[in-house]
């Protein structure tokens, strides 16, 4: 699964990322470990104690596509994806407006990196475009 993320991140990103899954009425479910929790504000959640086990937050953006966010730092949001969830024109069409709405939202880069290549994105969302770009060739090519 690739690793989606939104750098220089902060608590207020957060926040105001959990207030959109909110607002769009996206089906979400917050658990930490077998522990299903109710959403929380953004501020709690990132002030746990460090050997606190990390909650995640899985999002569905429709019953076919889901994003899974993981409160691991308030200085960067970042969830993952599953591409086999991708297929199609539909579904891509679905992620790409999830990309464009946190993005006008947070107004920050939204960056995918292949599964185990931290910094090396290879899409993401261009604010003057407008649209989600190919920002290099994937590795391996």
């Known amino acids: ?6 750098p220089d991140a902060s608590v207020q990103n957060w926040q105001d990322a959990l207030d959109l899954v ?12 077998e522990m299903v929790l109710p959403v ?31 409160f691991s730092s308030d200085e960067e949001i970042d969830f993952d994806v599953d591409l086999r969830e991708l ?20 107004g920050k ?11 090396h994105p290879v899409l993401g969302f261009d604010v003057e475009a407008d649209r989600v770009v190919l920002l290099a060739e994937p590795l391996g090519r």
């Open 22 to 33: 909110a607002e769009r009425g996206w089906k979400c479910q917050c658990s930490e470990g």
């Open 87 to 106: 297929q199609g024109q539909e579904r891509l069409d679905v992620f790409c407006g999830f990309l464009r709405q946190i993005e006008g939202r947070l």
């Open 109 to 119: 880069p939204v960056l995918m990196d292949p599964e185990g290549a931290y910094g």
């Open 40 to 70: 929380p504000r953004a501020e709690a959640v990132l002030s746990r104690p460090a050997d606190a086990e990390c909650p995640n937050l899985r999002v569905r953006l429709t019953a076919d596509v889901l994003a899974i966010f993981r």
């Open 1 to 6: 699964m690739p690793d989606v993320r939104i």
